[in-house]
């Protein structure tokens, strides 16, 4: 948040609100016993969206994807609305080298990437790779949005 020039005051009110929770699950109509949530957010909490935001943008920044202009005149492009991803890329050896660096800057903020909710898409017809695999994970190639 500091990065992105956020007043020092909402940072630590975003953090207050963050630390010390505890939460209850409804099931069936009945409440659980209390429990600490140590890490993630509240399902429904105002503020995730705009955190999760936050974080791509880092990671779309840090891997410099979309420095300007289309995919007509770049090598790499990515596409994002909520938590779904689309890489574009010119060459399987770009959507490697994308995803490593996706990767690591997304665990250095702390987070993991969802193979299963990440695609890429190359800008060439000959390609025949379906799935890449990189660090353990499998990520599929979109073929039409």
């Given at each position: 948040?500091?990065?992105?020039?956020?007043?020092?005051?909402?940072?630590?009110?975003?953090?207050?609100?963050l630390?010390?929770?505890?939460?209850?699950?409804?099931?069936?109509?009945?409440l659980?016993?209390?429990?600490e949530?140590?890490?993630?957010?509240?399902?429904?909490?105002?503020?995730s969206?705009?955190?999760?935001?936050?974080?791509?943008?880092?990671?779309?920044?840090?891997?410099?994807?979309?420095?300007?202009?289309?995919?007509?005149n770049?090598?790499?492009?990515c596409?994002a609305?909520?938590?779904d991803?689309?890489?574009?890329?010119?060459?399987?050896g770009?959507?490697k080298?994308t995803?490593?660096?996706?990767?690591a800057?997304?665990?250095?903020?702390?987070?993991q990437?969802n193979?299963?909710?990440?695609k890429?898409?190359?800008?060439r017809?000959e390609?025949?790779?379906?799935?890449?695999?990189?660090?353990?994970?499998?990520?599929?190639?979109?073929?039409?949005?």
């Amino acid at each position: 948040m500091k990065e992105f020039g956020i007043p020092m005051k909402l940072v630590r009110l975003v953090k207050m609100t963050l630390a010390n929770t505890n939460s209850k699950v409804k099931i069936q109509g009945k409440l659980s016993p209390s429990f600490e949530t140590a890490m993630g957010l509240r399902q429904g909490y105002s503020l995730s969206t705009l955190l999760f935001n936050l974080c791509r943008k880092k990671i779309i920044i840090n891997v410099r994807i979309n420095p300007g202009g289309t995919i007509f005149n770049r090598t790499r492009q990515c596409l994002a609305y909520v938590e779904d991803v689309v890489i574009l890329v010119r060459s399987e050896g770009y959507i490697k080298k994308t995803l490593e660096e996706m990767a690591a800057i997304t665990h250095q903020i702390g987070l993991q990437m969802n193979d299963t909710k990440t695609k890429y898409m190359i800008n060439r017809h000959e390609n025949k790779v379906k799935v890449i695999e990189l660090i353990g994970k499998k990520y599929e190639k979109a073929e039409s949005f």
